[in-house]
């Protein structure tokens, strides 16, 4: 069992940056595969970024280049630096935890880009 808690959500203009974050607890965290979702209203949720056990990384085309995601497995945490903002990037982030046929999901945390 993983329990995941998203932090840092916020109110951001155009062009701005936030990093959020989600600390994981209850298992081994280096173990799993860790993304980071979106879903705006209306919309199916989408994956945003992920990154491997092994520290391999994917990203959406629609943030390439203005996210980065990362972990720390020290402290059980997976990071998404969210550079450039744009009103379209407005959406509940959910932060994923992955393993074989386990899956595990935060409760999310909104990010609304507006000037």
């Known amino acids: 069992q993983v329990q995941l808690v998203e932090s840092g959500g916020d109110l951001v203009q155009p062009g701005g940056s936030l990093r959020l974050s989600c600390a994981a607890s209850?298992?081994?965290?280096?173990?799993?595969?860790m993304g980071w979702y979106r879903q705006a209203p209306g919309k199916p949720r989408e994956l945003v970024a992920l990154?491997?056990?092994?520290?391999?990384?994917n990203y959406a085309d629609s943030v390439k280049g203005r996210f980065t995601i990362s972990r720390d497995n020290a402290k059980n945490t997976v990071y998404l630096q969210m550079n450039s903002l744009k009103p379209e990037d407005t959406a509940v982030y959910y932060c994923?935890?992955?393993?074989?046929?386990?899956?595990?999901w935060g409760q999310g945390t909104q990010v609304t880009v507006s000037s």
């Open positions: 994923n935890a992955e393993r074989y046929s386990l899956r595990y």
């Open positions: 209850g298992s081994i965290f280096s173990m799993y595969n």
């Open positions: 990154i491997t056990s092994g520290g391999r990384t």
